[in-house]
């Protein structure tokens, strides 16, 4: 493995400082896929071998083989398993060799994507990839020295911008504009960037949200006026926050003036929607019983995309790869905040209920909008607090013109 790193010694620049972590959890995440496609081998061998013409039983859960094919089976995991507590030993003759250059954007994306599909598995089994919540500029987290002086120079005009699954926060740039920094230069406000795991939970997050603002808020003597703009995904774990902040009692939300939705999933995405149909489509053939199990390695982060739960008893108690229906426990706009809403609509959709339907390509624009035909699930955005991008997708609100020049109007008027 030497002989390999000194033949790359020119391409050591693109090597970050972390790598010797990214070899190490990358390692582990190896070793889990591998058990968990001998897992799915065996069951399907299990399911071939007895009877398949016999009616499915009660109990899908995974079947062992015996005998000779239970041995190699076994082998199998015992030789992985050997391999990977092997691993680190020779990973940290590694680290004197490799250089110190700064995490590249690349890998962060690399990571981000990563997190947001196995996010809760790399922190139940406690992998280094996993994410830590945290706030950023510029990629790099911030001291309380550099965060003080910041929100003294901005006058306490603070802007929390929150991205989306499997998204980072240095991808709020994009094709050389970033509404934060926009934000900065012409309205003065202090861009500062959520980093977070988005395969967790989006109540999990939203609690996290929550303790670090109201950190935040104890750690200044500043006035703060915040704003929290949040993208995707991010505007549901946005009104986690909020709802965690003001059921536990947090400051925080008493300094939080507006909070804006980019293509926010209110209610859910068709696509996470059409996952779930094929996680129980998958488990009528015991043939394809074992596979189901692949479709069910995605998040907690992404089936919580489904019909956009926001607290955690939308999901406690509940396997949430059933096929249940929507469940949610209705949360409200916050009251005493101005709440506002951006949809987009692809290009040309055959009629206006196609065009609703598709929305952004991937959230339909009613959800974007929290529009429900439930009234308790309704959030009843003021109409001119509503704003509908025509001829964009979904991630084209991250730097569309018309996206930012809204931004910027809503944020210039008092409400």
């Not at 395969?199 to 603002?213: M, P, Y």
């Not at 006035?223 to 909020?242: D, E, K, Y």
């Not at 149909?277 to 074992?290: E, G, Q």
Request: with cysteine; charged share 20%; hydrophobic share 40%.
């Amino acid at each position: 493995m030497l002989q390999i790193i000194k033949k790359a010694k020119g391409f050591m620049p693109l090597i970050s400082k972390n790598i010797t972590t990214d070899l190490r959890g990358m390692s582990q995440l190896t070793i889990d896929a591998i058990l968990g496609v001998t897992d799915i081998a065996e069951s399907l061998q299990h399911t071939i071998i007895h009877s398949p013409a016999q009616s499915l039983p009660d109990n899908l859960e995974q079947k062992r083989t015996t005998g000779i094919t239970g041995m190699v089976y076994r082998n199998v995991r015992g030789i992985t398993k050997l391999v990977g507590y092997g691993i680190d030993a020779p990973l940290s003759c590694l680290s004197a060799k490799l250089d110190e250059a700064d995490s590249p954007p690349v890998r962060e994306a690399a990571l981000a994507a990563l997190n947001g599909v196995l996010g809760d598995h790399l922190v139940a089994s406690n992998n280094p990839l996993a994410i830590s919540m945290q706030l950023r500029r510029d990629g790099k987290p911030l001291t309380d020295q550099m965060l003080a002086a910041a929100i003294q120079e901005a006058n306490g005009k603070l802007v929390i911008m929150v991205h989306g699954v499997c998204m980072n926060d240095l991808q709020w740039n994009r094709n050389g504009h970033n509404h934060g920094a926009a934000l900065a230069r012409d309205l003065n406000h202090l861009p500062l960037y959520l980093h977070y795991n988005s395969g967790l939970h989006v109540s999990e997050n939203g609690r996290s949200l929550s303790n670090l603002l109201e950190s935040l808020t104890e750690r200044t003597a500043q006035p703060l006026n915040l704003t929290i703009i949040a993208f995707s995904m991010g505007g549901l774990v946005s009104r986690s926050a909020v709802h965690y902040g003001k059921v536990n009692g947090r400051s925080w939300p008493t300094h939080l003036k507006k909070l804006i939705f980019l293509g926010t999933p209110h209610h859910g995405a068709p696509l996470e929607k059409g996952g779930n149909w094929i996680d129980n489509i998958l488990t009528i053939s015991p043939y394809s019983v074992p596979f189901s199990r692949l479709g069910k390695i995605r998040s907690s982060g992404f089936t919580d995309l489904r019909y956009g739960n926001v607290v955690a008893e939308d999901w406690q108690g509940r396997d949430r790869f059933e096929l249940s229906g929507d469940q949610r426990t209705p949360v409200p706009l916050p009251p005493g905040i101005d709440c506002y809403t951006i949809a987009a609509i692809t290009k040309k959709p055959a009629n206006k209920t196609m065009g609703d339907f598709i929305g952004d390509g991937l959230v339909p624009v009613k959800s974007a909008l929290g529009q429900h035909k439930n009234a308790r699930l309704n959030l009843w955005f003021p109409d001119d607090h509503q704003w509908i991008g025509r001829d964009m997708n979904h991630i084209d609100l991250l730097n569309h013109p018309s996206v930012y020049a809204t931004l910027k109007k809503w944020l210039e008027t008092d409400g």
